[in-house]
Structure formats: structure tokens, C-alpha cells
């Protein structure tokens, strides 16, 4: 599961997490391995729940762990303190400091590290510059709408130069619009500053757009790490491929297999299945109609595979009753 | 994850206050404890079978305890009713008015005493009702004391309750006041709890009102500890009540603190989201009443209206009309009488002495009490990780709060015992004067600048840390910025206490360097309508002097802060 250790950034070996004491002794973080390549963004996701934060604020430094190490090019973080880590953490909700403007929020990092004042001010027009908001110095932090904070929170982490950056769900936060436009940014900004960075999110699209690679967790463990491309062609497991989007059944040859949203294509009552469409067609009876996205949605009951969406290419009458044919997208079928 | 040199200085913060509350408030009131139960250097409690065996006794507690509940009961029932106009609802004057609430609360007792005196005597406004030295007085004195805790705990709470959870319930189908009844008064119940806790607390140890109201005649446990102790010199009489005082104290003390955790956990979820709305007298005239008919606003603005004018103003007013009233007419005599000695020298020294003494006492008070106060706050504002130093703090955080329910004259006549003999002898030194009203002032000033310090986002620090900031400068530049904002208002407060402080300063004040309560409680006590005038006049210039003080605190702060 680790990658190439000797020429990983930070290592993680075994790392385990646990709340409370006693009886109510929880194990959010179990023996997990990990490692994150320099320059590399990792994302960690899972569900809500799966321990993917309380991983995170244990490399920060900010969680004990109980068990297991931390190692960052092969020292043993074990020993250091929260601020002399030099890792950068970006919280959720931004958690900007509001008895400072957007520029002093971001040059305190400096502060604390003692970069002169001069010095400080170009580095703080430099990552406004480069998070979208020029000319935003002097503006109170109270002030800023919530894509404006979290741009400032993180220029702020990015302005120590942190060897390691830290992101806690910076964008759950948002509305979807904004979240999809800041997920994009995020990537090219992370690849600009070439900053290492783990990326904690529940939501796939997002680790898919921002990172180089996924782990995912479930239930305190990490059960898959690969490239995107990886993971949607691979799930390891039913429990993977479900959180990735894909709807878990069984076909008529008894196989489990997972259908992407968009495997089953729709085809109108007088549509025939293009010339030389590859993969089968299926023939089912509609059970609901909709409309999403500009094209038809239907609930088909294919015999053998049970009620299954189904959307068109484009606009297709269909309505309940209908005898219609479906056909099936091979690329969009992952066997399990 | 704490370095040894974070736990040697969180130690030290720690050591300070307890050391400084061990030397200055256990020392002299375990001192005067065993004067009581061990005279002889031998325990020996039939003191107690005594003490509880005189009918004397048990009148007493009656009244303690029927004051304590009638003064919660009735600043509690006022209070909700004002937190909704002064802190739900917005209009014009809303923070003028939110703040004149507030005077009271700081006045002292002693100014209390003779304005209501003044307002219910035979030739005052209300003199006609016939309360003046009864029980009724005594119990309106407290309400006007406490309003202001009321509505300010509760209004402050209220102003984050989210509306739209009591929309909710209007949208199911509840009425308003069945809206307000089970979805919006049990979410203020930790505050209502929290409030009466503090009130209860501060009624039932009323020392300066119930004495300038009351006489001997209508005693509490507390005033019965001054006389028993200053007339009687009885001291086994007064250690077995500042027992009884310090259990009632206590049990009063835990309801406090877990009605103010749970408020705190709940102020935690909500900030300042929504506009509160205007006030609604009247609906706007439509086809059915033409000229309008009482909108849902109207009783509790005009139940509010009343307490202000009625209980809070009038009294306040009458004060300064009284002090303006010499025995040969209308004029300023009185206030030029503020630089004798008074009638057939009823004083050792002018009242702009003592004033002058008063404002140099108060400002070593507030610098011992600030920095002792703010110590405590910061050690009990952190939340340890192992369980031993998370006990530590809560016990801290408790102790602190004992010297708000022992009785101050049990401080005083404990310094008088212990402080004036080798190794410390500190009588003469005029420094006990500031001390003992430093042990009054610390409770406040930890719960004005605690919750302050509790609501700052863990996270927050956790973000400095993580650029960077060793504990030292995550303290420095995050706590920092919001200790400062709540600092004016400690500061006020500690002000403002030891200028009226009256309980323990009447032990301690020496008869040539009196403070100004101690000069008015002189000055009403002694025969002559000068005298009489004088005192009128020189509680005038005591309640400017704490009004100003307060003024000017609640301009330093930014936002309202702190539980009281």
C-alpha cells in the first residue's frame, strides 16, 4: 500500500487514533500506512465519520497517536511540537483571525518565523496574486464572502512555504458552484506553489479534480490508494465503488458489478442501436420518466437486472408503460 | 505534547492567585472560623446547638432565605420580559437604555440604600405607601440591583437564539406565546438558571442595603455577622452563621456553574447571524380596527417601561432632587457642605477627602484585582488533555468563586484578626483597605474576562500554532487581542466595586482616611437634616463617580462580552 518510501516526503507507518478512554474508547484512525511523494497532492476520502480529519490533525501534530509513527524524509516526527513542524493546516470554515485584516492574517506565518516587514509585504501581494485577490491588504476579514475566506485562508498556509500542506475539507464549506471553480483553482494554485499537500474530502469529484492520488478510507482504514484514472477503473471492493458513485448489482449472469451513472444509454421506442455500438442491448419495461440535464431519464425494469436509471442522449418521449431498449456501455461496468 | 518549561509557567500563573487567595481570604477566614469553633484551641461546637437554639437565629434565615427567593423570583420575572425588549427587538435609544439598566448594578449599596430611603420615607414620592423599613423595601432594593443581571444574561443569550427555530414552531401551528412556551424558553432556561443562580447569591448576602434599609431591626445572615461581631463580640455566634452563609453560598455556587456550562456550550453554536427586529406596539390600522389594534410587543414593552421609570429611574432621580433640598430651600448647599466636616463634626475628614481616598484605594484594588483575575481566567481558560490537570483547573476555576459568597465583613474582621500582627503586618500600611476589596472584585473580573477567553475557537489557536507560533505567541497573538477587548469592562467593574465596597472597608477603613460609602453610612447615622443633606449629596457625587467609571468601560469594549 505505501509507495517508494525512501523517496517519500512524509511516511506514515501504522498510524493509529483513538478518542476517550475505557469503555468509551473509539478508534477513529486504525494502523494506517501512507505515504505522500514530494510535490504530490494526496487526497484522502471517505465518508463523513471514517477518521480521515483525526488523520490529519495527527500529522499536524495537533491529535496524539497512539500507536504507529509519523516520518518526514525519514525523521521521526514523533518528538516535534505543532508550530515547529513547518506544515501549513487549512481548516474548513477558514478560521481566520478577525482581529486582523486579510494581511495580517496572512503574513503571521512570517511573523512567527521572523521575516522582515518589507519582505513580508511583497510575499503577502505575491499569494494574493496568486489566490484571485489582489489589492485585498487591507480588507477586514469579516467582511469577505465564504470563497474569499478560504482563498485567504489559503494564502495564508502557503505563505511560510510549508513543506507540507495540510487541507481539511477547505471546501465543503461552499456552494457547488463555487466549490467545483475553487476545487480547479486549488489544483492549479497547488501546482504553481509545487507544494506537497494531503487533501481531506468526502466528496469524489473533488478529490478527483485536486489530487495526484486518493487513498480511500472507510471506517478508520485506508482501503485503496491510486491515481484517479486507477480508482475508477479498479474499486477494490463494493464498498469503494459505491463511494465512488457507482450503483452496486447483480446481472443476469449473477456477476456484481457496478454501473457508472451514465452506463445504461436510453434508447427511444423507434431508435435502433447505432451500427457498430459496442456492448449489448437490454429490452425493459419503463417504470418512471424524468428530465435532468437536458436529456431523458427513465427508470427501466430490465429483466434480470432489476429497476435501473437509464438516460437518453437527448430528448426521448418516453412514459411509463413504454417498451423501450436499453444498451449498455462496457466502459461504464466495473466487474467486482 | 506540553514542554516542561509550559508546565512550570502555567504553574506559576497558577501559584500566584492561590497563593494570593490562601494569605488574603483563607488565612483570615479560617482564622475567624476557629476564633469560633475552637476558642480555646480546643474544637468545640456547642457554638452551633447554641446559635441554632435562639429564635433569634432562625428569624433570621427565614428572612435571609425569603429575601434571597423573593428578590430572584420577582428580578427574574421583570428581567425576561426587559431582555426581550432591550436585547430581541430593536428601536431608537435601545443602547442608552442598556445601558442606564446597568448603572444600578454597580452603585453602591450604601447610595442604594439612601435613594430608596429617600423615594419611600414619609415626604418622599412613594412615602405614602408606608414601606419605608419594611421588608417590601428591602426586596424592591434588590430587584433594582439585579435587573440588569437578568437582562443582560438572558438578552445576551436571546440575541443568538436562532429565530427561525421558533418560526419553525409558528409555521406548525403554535401560537406565540405557545412558540415562546416550548420551543424558545427552554433554550434560555441555562441562562434564566444561571441568572437566578448569581441573583440568589447576590440577595442573600446583601450587606450595605439590607443594613441602611432594614436597621437592626430586619437582619440576613450577613448583616447578623457584622452584628454580632461589631456589637454582640460574639465571634462563636458569627463563625457558626458564616458557616451556615458559606453552605447556602455554596449550594448556590453549583447550580451557577453547571446552568453556566451548559450556556456556554450553547453560546458556542450560534453567533450573531440574524437582525433583530423593531419593536411592534400596535398593528397598522386595518378593515377590522381602524385605528389599530395592541400589537404582540406591547405588554412586555410597557412591564418594561414600568420597571425602568418606575423602579430603576425614579429612585435615581429622587436621589438627586433630595440632594438639592437644603434645610433653608432649594440650591447647591449641600454639595459646598461636601468640603466640611459636616454638622457638629460628624466627620474626622471633608468628603472630597474621603472621595480622594476612595479613588486611591480603588485604583490599587483594580490593579491587584485585574491582575490576579486575569491569571485565574487564563489558567482556567485552558482545557488540558490529561485528566489530573483538568481537575486542577475546574477546582481553580470553583475556589475563585468563593470569595463572591463569603460574607466581605467576614473578610474584613478576618484581616482585622490575622493581618495586623508579625509576620504580617499590613493594619497600618493602608494596603489591607485594597486588598480586602481585590478578594470582591477577582470573581468578576474572571467571569468578565473567562467566557471571553472560552469562546475563542480552539481551532484558532490550533491554526496559529501550525504556522508557526510557539504557546508563548499563540497566547500572545491570539488570546492576546481578546483579552485587551474584555479588559475595559474588568477594569470597570473592579473600579466600580471597590469605590462602593462597603462590607469589609467598614472594618478596615481607619477613622482618618474613611472611604466615601464609609463617610455616607457615617453621615446617615448621625442627627441633623445638614448631615442628612450631605449624605444625599455625597452618594450623588459616588454613584457619578461608578456611572462615569462604567461608561467609559463599556466604551473600551468592542462587543458584549462576559456574564454580567
Known amino acids: 500500500m505505501t509507495g517508494n518510501t525512501s523517496a517519500a516526503a512524509l511516511t506514515i507507518t501504522g498510524a493509529t487514533v483513538t478518542y476517550g478512554a475505557g469503555d468509551q474508547r473509539t478508534t477513529a484512525v486504525d494502523r494506517v500506512s501512507l505515504s505522500v511523494h514530494p510535490g504530490e497532492v494526496l487526497a484522502l476520502l471517505g465518508p463523513s465519520g471514517c477518521g480521515k480529519s483525526s488523520l490529519l490533525r495527527a500529522v499536524a501534530g495537533l491529535e496524539p497517536l497512539a500507536a504507529g509513527s509519523l516520518a518526514w524524509q525519514g525523521e521521526d516526527l514523533a518528538g516535534v511540537p505543532v508550530h515547529r513542524r513547518g506544515f501549513g493546516l487549512m481548516f474548513q470554515d477558514g478560521q481566520l483571525f478577525d482581529h486582523r485584516d486579510v494581511a495580517g492574517n496572512i503574513a503571521f506565518g512570517l511573523q512567527m518565523a521572523g521575516v522582515p516587514r518589507a519582505q513580508r509585504d511583497r510575499r503577502v501581494a505575491e499569494l494574493l496574486d496568486l489566490v484571485g485577490l489582489p489589492g485585498f491588504q487591507r480588507r477586514a476579514v469579516r467582511s469577505l464572502s465564504g470563497g474569499q475566506a478560504q482563498r485567504v485562508s489559503l494564502a495564508r498556509s502557503l505563505a511560510p512555504e510549508p513543506r507540507l500542506l495540510l487541507l481539511d475539507e477547505p471546501l465543503s464549506a461552499l456552494d457547488r458552484a463555487l466549490r467545483e471553480r475553487l476545487a480547479a483553482d486549488l489544483h492549479h494554485i497547488l501546482r504553481r506553489a509545487g507544494t506537497t499537500a494531503l487533501y481531506v474530502t468526502h466528496d469524489h469529484d473533488e478529490a478527483f479534480t485536486v489530487a495526484d492520488r486518493v487513498a480511500v478510507m472507510i471506517e478508520g482504514r485506508v482501503v485503496q490508494v491510486g491515481t484517479p484514472a486507477q480508482l475508477w477503473a479498479r474499486p477494490v471492493s463494493a464498498e469503494v465503488a459505491a463511494f465512488l458513485g457507482y450503483r452496486i448489482m447483480t446481472d443476469d449472469d449473477g456477476r456484481t458489478v457496478g454501473l457508472s451513472p451514465r452506463a445504461l444509454r436510453l434508447l427511444g421506442p423507434d431508435e435502433v442501436a447505432p451500427a457498430g455500438a459496442r456492448g449489448r442491448t437490454l429490452r425493459g419495461t419503463v417504470v418512471r420518466a424524468g428530465f435532468s440535464r437536458g436529456r431523458t431519464t427513465a427508470v427501466v425494469d430490465l429483466p434480470g437486472w432489476g429497476r435501473q436509471d437509464a438516460t437518453a442522449t437527448g430528448v426521448t418521449a418516453v412514459e411509463p408503460g413504454d417498451q423501450v431498449t436499453v444498451q449498455v456501455d462496457p466502459a461504464g461496468v466495473v466487474e467486482l | ?564
Open chain 2, 1 to 564: 505534547m506540553a514542554r516542561w518549561h509550559q508546565i512550570v509557567a502555567w504553574s506559576l500563573a497558577a501559584a500566584v492567585p492561590l497563593a494570593f487567595l490562601a494569605v488574603f481570604f483563607a488565612l483570615p477566614v479560617t482564622a475567624l472560623a476557629l476564633r469560633g469553633f475552637a476558642p480555646e484551641g480546643q474544637v468545640d461546637l456547642s457554638g452551633f446547638a447554641e446559635v441554632f437554639g435562639r429564635d433569634r437565629t432562625w428569624r433570621i434565615v427565614r428572612l435571609t432565605l425569603a429575601l434571597g427567593l423573593a428578590g430572584t423570583f420577582f428580578s427574574v420575572v421583570l428581567g425576561v420580559p426587559g431582555a426581550y425588549v432591550l436585547y430581541r427587538r430593536t428601536f431608537r435609544g435601545q443602547r442608552l437604555l442598556r445601558a442606564f439598566i446597568t448603572i444600578p448594578f454597580v452603585l453602591p449599596t450604601v447610595v442604594v440604600g439612601v435613594a430608596f430611603r429617600a423615594v419611600l420615607a414619609e415626604g418622599g414620592p412613594l412615602g405614602f405607601l408606608g414601606l419605608d423599613r419594611t421588608v417590601p423595601a428591602i426586596v424592591l432594593a434588590l430587584v433594582f440591583f439585579n435587573y440588569a443581571v437578568v437582562v443582560r444574561t438572558v438578552g445576551g443569550m436571546w440575541e443568538r437564539l436562532d429565530p427561525r427555530t421558533e418560526q419553525a414552531a409558528r409555521a406548525l401551528g403554535a401560537s406565540p406565546l405557545r412558540a415562546f412556551w416550548t420551543v424558545t424558553l427552554p433554550a434560555l432556561t441555562p441562562a434564566i438558571a444561571s441568572a437566578a443562580a448569581v441573583v440568589f447569591l447576590f440577595c442573600s448576602t446583601a450587606f450595605g442595603v439590607v443594613l441602611v434599609l432594614g436597621g437592626i431591626e430586619y437582619g440576613t445572615i450577613e448583616t447578623e455577622i457584622w452584628v454580632q461581631t461589631t456589637q454582640f463580640l460574639d465571634l462563636r455566634a458569627a463563625a457558626v452563621l458564616s458557616v451556615l452563609q458559606l453552605t447556602v453560598v455554596t449550594a448556590a455556587l453549583a447550580v451557577f456553574s453547571r446552568a453556566r456550562s451548559r450556556r456556554e456550550a450553547a453560546l458556542r453554536l450560534q453567533g450573531l447571524t440574524h437582525q433583530a427586529r423593531p419593536l411592534r406596539l400596535w398593528h397598522g390600522p386595518g378593515p377590522r380596527a381602524p385605528r389599530g389594534r395592541p400589537g404582540p410587543d406591547l405588554p412586555a414593552t410597557v412591564l418594561t417601561a414600568a420597571v425602568i421609570l418606575g423602579l430603576l429611574a425614579l429612585p435615581l432621580a429622587t436621589l438627586v432632587v433630595r440632594s438639592l433640598r437644603t434645610p433653608t430651600g432649594w440650591g447647591l448647599g449641600n454639595y459646598a457642605a461636601l468640603g466640611t466636616t459636616g454638622g457638629r463634626n460628624a466627620l474626622t475628614v471633608t468628603v472630597w477627602e474621603a472621595a480622594a481616598n476612595s479613588l486611591r484605594v480603588a485604583v490599587d484594588a483594580t490593579v491587584i484585582a485585574v491582575v490576579v483575575g486575569t491569571l485565574v481566567a487564563l489558567v482556567v481558560s485552558r482545557r488540558p488533555r490529561n485528566r489530573p490537570a483538568r481537575a486542577a483547573v475546574s477546582v481553580l476555576d470553583a475556589v475563585f468563586m468563593l470569595p463572591l459568597g463569603v460574607s466581605a465583613v467576614t473578610v474584613g474582621f478576618g484581616f482585622l484578626l490575622t493581618l495586623n500582627r508579625p509576620p504580617l503586618d499590613l493594619r497600618s500600611s493602608m494596603i489591607l483597605i485594597p486588598i480586602a476589596q481585590a478578594v470582591v472584585a477577582i470573581p468578576m473580573v474572571v467571569r468578565t474576562v473567562l467566557p471571553v477567553l472560552r469562546a475563542i475557537d480552539p481551532r484558532l489557536r490550533q491554526a496559529a500554532a501550525v504556522l508557526g507560533a510557539s504557546p508563548g505567541r499563540v497566547l500572545a497573538h491570539i488570546d492576546g487581542p481578546y483579552l485587551v477587548r474584555s479588559m475595559g469592562l474588568a477594569i470597570g467593574f473592579a473600579f466600580a466595586i471597590s469605590l462602593g465596597e462597603f462590607g469589609a472597608t467598614a472594618f478596615l477603613a481607619r477613622p482618618d482616611a474613611p472611604t466615601l460609602p464609609v463617610v455616607i453610612f457615617r453621615l446617615i447615622g448621625r442627627p441633623g437634616a445638614e448631615n442628612y443633606g450631605m449624605a444625599l449629596a455625597a452618594a450623588v457625587v459616588l454613584a457619578l463617580l461608578t456611572a462615569t467609571i462604567m461608561g467609559l468601560a463599556e466604551r473600551l469594549r468592542s462587543e458584549r462580552t462576559g456574564e454580567f
